[in-house]
């Protein structure tokens, strides 16, 4: 069982910048560095969408589209914590942003395995 919990949201003026965090319990059985983690966000009324995703050990790290080139995802395995650093915000980024992790990725498809409880990112304009 792993248990995630995100900080860091709040409210922040179109062209701010914020910094999320994930601080992840111990992992049963494995160690933090051997999970994939990611970041999600869900807007009212839409879809949960991907954001960002690193791979173990920090190797590998990909994008949306949407967020590309101004969010920055990293981790931290000495501290078991993700971030996720979002700079030149948009009004179109506020959303409930979640991190979840999962040992396999295999594409789109994957059921990450366990999810934090989100943190309110609002842009305004």
């Known amino acids: 069982q792993v248990q995630l919990v995100e900080s860091g949201g709040g409210l922040v003026q179109a062209g701010g910048s914020l910094r999320l965090s994930c601080a992840a319990s111990?992992?049963?059985?494995?160690?933090?560095?051997?999970?994939?983690m990611g970041w999600f966000r869900q807007a009212p009324g839409k879809e949960r969408e991907f954001v960002a995703r690193?791979?173990?050990?920090?190797?590998?790290?990909y994008y949306a589209d949407s967020v590309k080139g101004r969010f920055t995802i990293s981790r931290d395995d000495a501290k078991n914590t993700v971030y996720l650093q979002m700079n030149s915000l948009k009004p179109e980024d506020t959303a409930v942003y979640y991190c979840?992790?999962?040992?396999?990725?295999?594409?789109?498809?994957?059921?990450?395995?366990?999810w934090g409880q989100g943190t309110q990112v609002t842009v305004s304009s």
């Open positions: 979840a992790s999962v040992e396999i990725y295999s594409g789109p498809s994957t059921q990450w395995n366990y």
């Open positions: 111990a992992a049963s059985g494995g160690t933090f560095s051997r999970y994939i």
């Open positions: 690193i791979g173990w050990s920090g190797v590998g790290r």
